[in-house]
């Protein structure tokens, strides 16, 4: 499975970073693709790391180059699409489309996110009555 | 030239990528060639925006960071697609595997014959036996056709752009001839080619004489014409060696249902057939049958010549790909002397 790179920098033990790891895999895809998704043009990964990082919550960390593996996984899996566009400033960069089985795919998880959360929260809710 | 190098310090982005380079060590070279210019792109779109080289390699990650995430895809995601779920694992040859059974199922396993079952024999042999060959030829043609009238207008001003025109379009095909390798041949290719240093320079001869230095694109125009003679010899060796084993092997099938494996129209004349050193002897109508005694031999050795060739394929399949391999990817970018310093301390 593809490893993803947001760490939570305030809890490190080992079952919470074990628990931050399963559940930074698929929420790191949805939110990947939802960034390319909802950029108007072609975006690059650059852009894309910028406004995951810009727009983490607090403490959570993100290394910006392990998007790159991710973003390969998922043109090889034909949910993305890239075209490379020449940079002043070094190598051509790849801008990346959503294809439409990655609108499929991408329609898919967010719907079983937020049944996903509805159901998580309702326990949550639960426990922040004990607390 | 970037700004750290034309001051004589050590470019950062360089002497980060040339660390990144060594944790990838262990990764495939195509995929290695990829990580590093998704990771130069990366670096220099977040200096040019206004941060400092530390600054964005301690954003974008270590080395041993981003080579343990490169570790954590599957093989398949840099090959072509997996046929079945998400990140399913796929083929990949590597030194260690070069003669291991590949994908194919448990019947691929088998010694020697198992080769009968492994899909990447048979696309060796598919791109050896037909596609290879006239892809050669087409390359070859344009490589003389456009390179002779290249040279013939070097004396004048038009000749220049003509070679880096030549010197382009070798590229792009060494990079499709890239594509259809890893479709065939299973070997992993660069998805991109490493830029031409100084390429998109505003001033045109200034352009012109990067890609006449570009010792990559003159890698690739030289694989364009001297892959032509080996892709003969590939040809040749594989398609007669293909039909032979063939023709052994069906000839007894044939022979067995009924069907003559030849006719004779006039037989009046010297005409004298020989088969496995035995004399084929056409019946009343003209029609030849394999002499008695034949049949298996046949068989046995057109099956024995039909797994050697396959296996040659696949052996010739890994030797081909892998040198073609080698012409894509990056060369390895040289350490910039008194390198260290503040690019190391964020790359650690």
Redesign the interface.
């Known amino acids: 499975m593809q490893y993803c790179a947001l760490h939570n920098t305030k809890v490190s033990t080992p079952l919470g970073d074990k628990l931050e790891r399963d559940l930074s895999v698929g929420t790191a895809w949805l939110v990947v693709l939802a960034a390319i998704a909802r950029a108007e043009e072609p975006i690059h990964g650059y852009e894309i790391a910028r406004q995951l990082a810009a727009e983490a919550p607090e403490g959570l960390s993100f290394k910006q180059g392990t998007l790159y593996p991710m973003l390969r996984t998922m043109e090889s899996e034909r949910l993305v699409r890239s075209t490379l566009v020449p940079s002043r400033e070094g190598p051509a960069r790849k801008c990346f489309t959503l294809t439409p089985e990655g609108r499929r795919v991408l329609g898919a998880w967010t719907e079983t996110w937020r049944r996903t959360g509805r159901w998580v929260n309702r326990f949550l809710g639960g426990i922040d009555e004990l607390r | 030239m970037n700004s750290a190098e034309s001051t004589g310090s050590p470019d950062p982005v360089r002497v980060y990528l040339a660390l990144l380079e060594a944790a990838l060590e262990q990764q495939d070279a195509a995929v290695r060639h990829?990580?590093l210019?998704?990771?130069?792109?990366?670096?220099?779109?977040?200096?040019?925006?206004g941060l400092t080289a530390e600054q964005a390699i301690a954003?974008?990650?270590t080395p041993a960071?981003?080579a343990?995430?490169?570790s954590?895809?599957?093989a398949?995601?840099?090959?072509?697609?997996?046929e079945g779920a998400?990140?399913a694992d796929q083929e990949q040859t590597t030194a260690a595997d070069m003669w291991a059974p590949a994908a194919g199922g448990r019947l691929s396993r088998i010694p020697i014959v198992g080769i009968w079952f492994q899909p990447r024999a048979w696309t060796a042999l598919l791109y050896f036996g037909l596609v290879g060959f006239p892809l050669a030829t087409a390359y070859f043609v344009w490589a003389v056709t456009v390179g002779s009238l290249a040279i013939g207008t070097l004396p004048l001003i038009l000749g220049l752009p003509l070679v880096v025109f030549l010197l382009g379009s070798a590229r792009a095909l060494s990079l499709f001839e890239g594509k259809v390798v890893e479709t065939f041949l299973g070997v992993r290719m660069p998805?991109?080619t490493?830029?031409v240093e100084g390429g998109?320079d505003s001033y045109f001869w200034r352009r012109i004489w990067c890609w006449l230095r570009d010792v990559r694109s003159w890698m690739s125009l030289g694989y364009l014409v001297g892959n032509f003679p080996v892709a003969v010899v590939n040809f040749v060796l594989i398609f007669t060696l293909t039909v032979l084993g063939v023709v052994l092997m069906l000839a007894p099938i044939l022979d067995a249902v009924g069907v003559p494996i030849g006719v004779v129209h006039d037989a009046d004349g010297p005409l004298q057939i020989w088969f496995m050193n035995r004399r084929v002897e056409p019946d009343a109508d003209g029609h030849l049958w394999l002499p008695s005694g034949t049949a298996i031999p046949s068989l046995l050795i057109g099956f024995a010549l039909m797994t050697a060739v396959l296996w040659i394929s696949r052996g010739l399949g890994w030797i081909y790909g892998h040198v073609v391999q080698a012409i894509q990817v990056a060369r390895p970018r040289p350490l910039p002397r008194g390198s260290g310093g503040a690019a190391q301390a964020a790359a650690a």
């Open positions: 990829d990580a210019l998704d990771a130069e792109a990366h670096l220099r779109s977040a200096i040019a925006t954003d974008f990650g960071e981003i343990s995430a490169y954590a895809t599957p398949g995601a840099f090959g072509r697609r997996a998400l990140g998805r991109r490493q830029p998109a």
